[in-house]
């Protein structure tokens, strides 16, 4: 492994890369914490440590700003230097000419498009066209109109939060979370949407249903939605 | 293959986990205390990652349908197979029809059961173990359901009549390697983190250890993004009461991670009671 030392500061007091908002903390022995200061910055290191995982990773997990690289079998210091090194691959602009400098998150080589057919019912869109001031119609359009990019997923396997959402339709979660949302279900809260895996309980607000299956533990990989992913949804 | 007679306060079916798909919301999961699911595998000559039953507080009785070897590992029981007791660390053959009985742990929370050939439950992402946070791989144990035997590849000899039994202190000290989000807590709290003592509370569960004791104050306001966790990592909720992370862990968070706990002092962390308590100390990678 190769990589500039000289870029990454101390382990305990986290070095910044100067004029980035960027820095690598340690997360235990065996785990960095890499602050890429974006998510569009996440989704390209991403990419660039899954297409050619070092040694030794066993967990690369981005958030909206940060990306988790969990290496038990790794050497630590080598690991840095690497990280360093891709991290600032994934800062630099040229890093991707091709997509748009204001796009939702930067979705990166690895993320096609998937088209979620949705049928729109939900239970709050009536609660939504209130919230936004906006009727039941334009909530739907401004919905469907949205150019979505999976940030991550948490929450629950194959629970993808979509960054995106039209800045109209950014709504509280509801005040009581609902005991059982059904699979399926396409919600919004706060700045994302989303599309329920499994059942599960759930507080985001509901605009409709979908058939697509996008979580199916039998499947490879199991989760249709994978980081970086963009995805629109059709009436 | 096994009946489950009794499956005492908790019991589920785990492996050394589903590492791999954190980056799809997939809690790792495994054996809490995974070395002790490692030994009682090697004890009946099973490779480490084959499937036991991790039990919690003991209390289980299972019937075996046709005769097998079997070893108990982690915290210590009193263990009768039919009719006979058994010690802990030690491989012993169950006979034909045979029923296991483990009692309450004398010290130490899990207690791990390995069969030779392993438990054979259909693997979901590649592990057989229940994730008792998102609900994948098979339910918790409960009276009548039937677990098939099989799944490890083929057994080595078993070549060991018995192993040292580990110790189960009730206040360890436990390695804590600071960030990476130390930042966000007043330097009295890290003084307060690294002098406790903290109890284990009743809440804890495979998820996370929930701790009280001195209140871990934060030196900034507002909302940290979602971020991936680590394994042993301490979570910090607004009340300042921190969360040691177990097997099944979220694996991302909201709330910031003050330290993460050593590697080799979670499984020890695991084993802790309701009562128990621990210390925290700070330590360099």
Known sequence: MTGDLGVTGPRTTPGRAAGTGTAIRPAGEHALLVETGSLEVAHRLDALLRSDRPAGVEEIVPGPETVLVVAPGADRSGLEALLSSLLRTASAPAMSPASPAKDAGGATAAGGTVEIPVVYDGEDLRSVADLSGLAVDEVVARHAASEFVVGWLGFAPGFAYLAGLDPALHVPRLDVPRTSVPAGSVAIAGPYSAVYPSASPGGWRLLGRTDLRVWDVRADPPALLPPGTRVRFTP | ?285
């Open chain 2, 1 to 285: 293959m096994i009946e489950v007679v009794s499956p005492g306060p908790y019991a589920t079916v785990q492996d050394l986990g589903r590492p791999g798909y954190g980056h799809l919301g997939v809690p790792r999961s495994g054996a809490a205390d995974a070395p002790s699911l490692r030994l009682a595998n090697r004890l009946v000559g099973n490779p480490e990652s084959a499937a036991g039953i991790e039990t919690t507080f003991g209390g289980v009785a299972l019937r075996f349908a046709a005769g097998a070897w079997i070893a108990l590992a982690g915290a210590p029981c009193a263990v009768e197979a039919a009719g006979r007791p058994v010690g802990m660390c030690a491989p012993f053959w169950m006979p034909e029809g045979g029923e296991l009985r483990v009692g309450l742990p004398y010290e130490g929370l899990r207690t791990y059961l390995a069969v030779r050939g392993g438990i054979g439950v259909d693997p979901v992402l590649g592990s057989r173990s229940t994730d008792s946070l998102s609900g994948l791989g098979p339910p918790p144990l409960r009276a009548g359901m039937v677990l098939p035997l099989g799944g490890a590849e083929p057994a080595a000899p078993i070549a060991v009549d018995v192993a040292a039994q580990r110790a189960f202190p009730r206040c360890p000290t436990v390695g804590v390697v600071p960030g990476p989000r130390d930042d966000w807590f007043t330097p009295q709290a890290l003084t307060a983190l690294y002098g406790g003592p903290y109890e284990i509370a009743t809440e804890s569960n495979r998820v996370g250890v929930r701790l009280r004791g001195p209140v871990l104050g934060r030196a900034r306001e507002g909302e940290l993004p979602s971020e991936g966790m680590a394994l042993g990592a301490i979570q910090v909720p607004p009340g300042g009461q921190p969360i040691v992370f177990l097997a099944d862990h979220p694996p991302t968070g909201g709330y910031p991670v003050i330290g993460v706990v050593q590697s080799g002092d979670v499984p020890m962390v695991a084993q802790l009671r309701p009562g128990d308590h621990l210390r925290f100390r700070k330590v360099r990678t």
